[in-house]
């Protein structure tokens, strides 16, 4: 078993997926719109608050996540620390503790489980749960079964469906943000991750909201008014839903490209091949689900994750 990767989502992708299958199940190339990372000296082997840091686990573009274990108790969580870089940056201070604010807020069985927030030398730092098995990224190989993937994505509704329930949509649904916990009875436990850049519909005078002009998410998976300028809600994760069922149950993402912008005209103006027609082993009526969550036009999507 591998531990938990948090640091997908951490950092935008702009989509260069090669052509195939199974290609939008790996990251994309790093955007340009994300600073790269400075060497920075490690931090295993010190202390945030009562918690010692093991080892690293996974870097992205706003910060590290390690392994760490209490030092009295030997409770393991997952410690993510903003870069030392960022921490003079109020916007992005702002957003890494608005992640904080969201996982309390959404506390469900299929979202990841904040335990504390603070700061050490500056740098705020989140204490999640530990979770072991893998991300979705790395469990899927090409096509499943139909029956594990509506499994696997019902547990993906429930835990959309908690979040919308507090306004909140995820904006960055994708295999890397989607971990599996297996259970002693062999059935897979979703665990939605980072919520770095979720948007909060209804925030509270002052507080910062996505910045105007960037662009928040990873292509393939961004619902066509996620792409332009049009109105993100709860819908747009179904869309991103709808995706990561089709890659589930094909290989592949409804549209790819060599680069950002062929992706992003794909989700404005093309129209998906229906699933059963990529992999026959697709029944027609879960198609017409996934083609209805895929609809251009919000309207036509389904209401509701529990509707899904």
């Known amino acids: 078993m591998r531990g938990l990767d948090l640091n997908g989502g951490t950092m935008l992708y702009a989509g260069t997926p090669p052509p195939g299958p199974a290609s939008?199940?790996?990251?994309?190339?790093?955007s340009p719109m994300s600073s790269p990372t400075p060497v920075v000296p490690s931090l295993v082997g010190q202390e945030f608050g009562r918690f010692r840091v093991v080892r690293e686990l996974g870097r992205g573009g706003m910060g590290t996540v390690f392994l760490a274990e209490h030092t009295l108790i030997q409770k393991r969580v997952a410690i993510k620390v903003l870069h030392a870089h960022l921490a003079q940056a109020p916007?992005?201070?702002?957003?890494?503790?608005?992640?904080a604010r969201t996982l309390t807020l959404v506390q469900h069985e299929n979202v990841v489980t904040l335990y504390d927030l603070d700061s050490r030398d500056g740098r705020p730092y989140l204490v999640m749960e530990y979770l072991e098995g893998d991300s979705l990224a790395s469990f899927a190989r090409g096509p499943m079964a139909p029956a594990l993937v509506v499994d696997l994505m019902t547990q993906v509704c429930?835990?959309?469906?908690?979040a919308h329930a507090h306004g909140i949509v995820h904006r960055d649904l994708k295999p890397a943000n989607v971990f599996l916990v297996p259970s002693p009875s062999g059935k897979q436990r979703v665990k939605l991750l980072d919520f770095g850049i979720a948007k909060l519909l209804s925030r509270p005078a002052g507080e910062m909201t996505t910045e105007v002009g960037v662009l928040l998410g990873t292509p393939e998976f961004m619902a066509p008014e996620q792409c332009g300028d049009g109105l993100v809600d709860a819908r747009s994760d179904l869309y991103a839903a709808g995706v990561l069922a089709y890659l589930l149950l094909t290989g592949q993402v409804p549209f790819y490209g060599r680069t950002a912008a062929e992706i992003l005209v794909g989700h404005l103006q093309k129209e998906p091949v229906p699933p059963h027609e990529?992999?026959?082993?697709?029944?027609?009526?879960l198609s017409r689900v996934l083609l209805r969550a895929l609809a251009k036009r919000p309207e036509h999507r389904f209401a509701s994750a529990a509707e899904l």
């Not at 939008?24 to 790093?30: D, E, G, I, R, S």
């Not at 429930?158 to 908690?162: C, I, N, Q, T």
């Not at 990529?278 to 009526?285: D, T």
């Open 24 to 30: 939008a199940l790996q990251p994309a190339t790093p």
């Open 91 to 99: 916007e992005l201070v702002a957003r890494f503790l608005s992640e």
């Open 158 to 162: 429930d835990a959309l469906g908690a």
């Open 278 to 285: 990529v992999n026959p082993a697709v029944p027609e009526a």
